[in-house]
Nanobody, 129 residues
Framework: QEKLVESGGGLVQPGGSLRLSCAPS????????IGWFRQAPGKEREALAC????????YYTDSVKGRFTISRDDDKDTVYLQMTNVKAEDTAIYYC??????????????????????WGQGTQVTVSS
């Protein structure tokens, strides 16, 4: 089954850092745009960041801009989300997603719904002292 696999979540103190990874299973990332999303309890899923598969351009939502960095390592076929200066409100399940059959643009990927495209199972990030 083609899917994405997230890892790297855990418990981190406020102000700390964490790096999440997103790797494909059953396919390669190639030139797909990859997005990171999160969903906190009782809240809707939120698009956080995206990286283009063609020119490496990136997008960030205002709530994480300057604190989170998305990057990709094509040799390792992995996309990362480096989280720094984390806050309690960053506590959520984090997901990565792409769409292998849609436009390969962040504008499109960031609009993905949970029932479209390819998603991972999510990784829990808890920010607490």
């Amino acid at each position: 089954q083609e899917k994405l696999v997230e890892s790297g979540g855990g418990l981190v103190q406020p102000g700390g850092s964490l790096r999440l990874s997103c790797a494909p299973s059953g396919f390669t990332l190639d030139y797909y745009a990859i997005g990171w999303f999160r969903q906190a309890p009782g809240k809707e899923r939120e698009a956080l960041a995206c990286i283009s598969g063609t020119d490496g351009s990136t997008y960030y939502t205002d709530s994480v801009k300057g604190r989170f960095t998305i990057s990709r390592d094509d040799d390792k076929d992995t996309v990362y989300l480096q989280m720094t200066n984390v806050k309690a409100e960053d506590t959520a399940i984090y997901y990565c997603a792409t769409d292998r059959f849609g436009p390969r643009s962040c504008d499109y990927v960031l609009q993905l719904s949970p029932d479209s495209g390819s998603w991972g199972q999510g990784t829990q990030v808890t920010v607490s002292s």
